[in-house]
């Protein structure tokens, strides 16, 4: 059983821990190590990072269409409403027949779950297609995602609760006011009903709760395409453009440990002598590939403020690797041939690494060690500076970084896989047939991807271009969503008030001063809902703090900018009825009395 097997781990934890707790580690870190404890986790959906990766994103998606879903059941709230007062003849006729309150609700809530479930069938068909668009965003390059999309009885018992739940939101406030309606009122000639005017407040109130959610949804998406247009278009230290990144894999070639450092340096100077590649290199890890190697230091001359303060950041390289990724050199030297296993440790460090730990003086020349369990690593000699550049993720703050040189740890360089960065002077794409062959010449067994750096940084940003895409899709669709409520609710509120806007005409009111009075209605209505949203955002944005980048979660121009875009949009969506009143012609306004 589960129980019994991760009582099993348990007790076998200690000693597996033990027996391969890490030599190099320091003593606390070891302790914490042997701390460590096995569990056991059900397999039925198989282990992938993409659960991880996406899950508090895909609730705050999930958040966001139950918004959508709210401001869609207040636009048909508001419709049915319009239509109750349109059926206040019959439902008078049906009272005076003998039908109770109850009656009329239980069959005007009918009408409402057939309009419900009419809708979600056809929400059941898009989501078919939508759900396939949604993973195919998650997928990337060569993460493909495999995802069983079928629709079974609990995909079908959630849209039926759904649907049940959104009829009694948008059905339910409509049933109840059309159902009070006195039938001796209703059915006089030439009755207006009772929804007249100022009156008419429930079908306003829902339309501040529009603009309400609709703001909510509108910063959102401001947050969220703002945080995805700053890190596509951020400066990463690297020139992401013309890189073919090609990552092979030795261990299919029955290559001895020590002969492998030899047929990696075959294999690029075949790449480098290449037509069409301006510049070739090799490394441990490529930019941004969500990879760390790290280690503590002794720096020469400073002293440590702290357990992690000499934690710095490595990547093992060739010559010419600062070269081929663009990243400029800012003093000393590259690595060249002569820095061999037998030659001085030598490396080359990013400018925060300088300025953290040599601030104010030369680093060329400064020597550091790395710890290697209770025991100091030979001393490591700084020959060069690079300017600063992303290491795992673009998000990250710049972080202290050491390049090494490649083949002077013969032991790390003659691992299982190694990078090459190819620079090309054409598409990159195009070099991949003849870097086959030119590693072939060395090797035909090894195993080989391709992929360009500028599709690795994309990749990178998968999480956040889906945000930006969906959130900004149900922004948009929010805000059209808000105007056509507030549309459709002036337009009923001024048809209805036509006898009352026709008297105010005849006895003088200007063309200016009815559109003034429907604008100031219209103003109020939008002014309301706006402080209502802003409070609500101010609110709530923080849940999404985490997946902004370089901006605050109440960053006052994006919710300046949102509130200004759904002000204007819903102005002239109330402008167009409000014209429309002044431009009414009294003699018909009272003609038809």
């Known amino acids: 059983s589960d129980a019994q097997a991760k009582a099993r781990l348990m007790i076998l934890s200690p000693s597996i821990f033990e027996a391969t707790v890490p030599p190099r580690w320091k003593a606390e870190d070891q302790e914490a190590y042997r701390r460590r404890s096995l569990s056991a986790l059900p397999a039925a959906n198989g282990l992938s990072n993409i659960r991880k990766q996406y899950r508090q994103a895909l609730m705050v998606l999930m958040a966001i269409v139950a918004v959508v879903l709210l401001i869609a059941c207040a636009n048909v709230a508001n419709l049915l409403l319009a239509r109750g007062a349109a059926r206040q003849k019959e439902i008078a006729v049906r009272i005076a027949l003998g039908s109770g309150r109850g009656r009329l609700m239980r069959q005007l809530l009918t009408e409402s779950i057939v309009l419900s479930f009419s809708g979600a069938a056809l929400g059941i068909v898009f989501a078919q297609w939508g759900a396939r668009l949604l993973v195919s965003f998650l997928s990337s390059g060569e993460s493909k995602v495999f995802l069983d999309l079928s629709i079974d009885w609990r995909v079908l018992a959630f849209t039926a609760g759904a649907s049940i739940l959104t009829a009694l939101l948008f059905g339910l406030a409509p ?54 247009f700053r890190l596509e278009t951020l400066d990463a230290g690297f020139d992401r453009e013309h890189v073919l990144l090609v990552s092979v894999d030795i261990r299919s070639s029955n290559y001895a440990k020590e002969r492998r450092a030899v047929a990696l340096r ?6 480098r002598a290449l037509p069409g590649v301006r510049s070739a290199s090799a490394s441990n890890m490529r930019p941004v590939s969500g990879s760390f190697w790290n280690e503590d230091l002794q720096i020469e001359g400073y002293t440590a403020k702290g357990r992690d303060d000499t934690l710095v ?46 601030a104010g003086q030369n680093p060329i020349g400064k020597r550091y060690r790395a710890e290697e369990g209770k025991e100091m690593g030979p001393w490591t000699e700084i020959v060069g500076v690079v300017r600063d550049s992303k290491y795992g993720t673009l998000r990250e703050k710049i972080l202290p970084t050491a390049f090494v040189a490649a083949g002077q740890d013969a032991r790390r360089w003659g691992m299982s896989s190694k990078e090459f960065e190819l620079r090309s002077a054409g598409p990159p794409a195009a070099l991949i047939s003849a870097a086959k062959s030119a590693i072939a010449e060395v090797n035909r067994e090894v195993s080989l991807q391709f992929k360009t750096l500028a599709a690795q940084v994309d990749e990178s940003l998968a999480r956040e271009r889906l945000l930006a895409t969906l959130s900004g899709f149900f922004g948009f669709l929010a805000l059209a969503l808000a105007t056509i409520g507030l549309y459709g609710v002036m337009s009923y509120n001024i048809a209805r008030r036509r006898n009352e806007i026709g008297i105010r005409m005849a006895l003088g009111a200007a063309q200016s001063r009815v559109l003034g009075m429907v604008l100031r209605e219209v103003a109020l209505l939008i002014g309301t809902g706006l402080a209502i949203g802003l409070l609500a955002a101010i609110g709530t944005t923080r849940f999404v703090e985490s997946f902004l980048y370089g901006m605050k979660a109440n960053d006052p121009w994006t919710l300046a900018i949102a509130a200004a875009v759904l002000a204007l949009v819903a102005a002239l969506a109330g402008f167009l009825p409000a014209r429309s009143a002044s431009r009414l012609d009294p003699m018909n306004a009272l003609r038809e009395e």
Do not use: C
């Open 175 to 228: 049933a109840w006011r059309s159902s009070a309606v006195n039938p001796q009122s209703a059915m006089k000639a030439n009755a207006r009903g009772v929804i007249e005017g100022a009156k008419f407040g429930i079908g306003k109130s829902l339309v501040v709760a529009q603009v309400a959610l609709s703001l909510l949804l509108v910063v959102g998406a401001g947050l969220m395409l703002s945080t995805f």
């Open 266 to 271: 075959e294999m690029l100077d075949h790449l």
């Open 313 to 358: 950041y490595f990547n093992e390289v060739t010559d010419r690797y600062f070269e081929t990724l663009g990243m400029g050199l800012v003093a000393g030297r590259d690595f060249n041939t002569h820095d061999t296993p037998e030659s001085p440790k030598v490396a080359i460090v990013n400018q925060t690494m300088a300025k953290t730990y040599f």
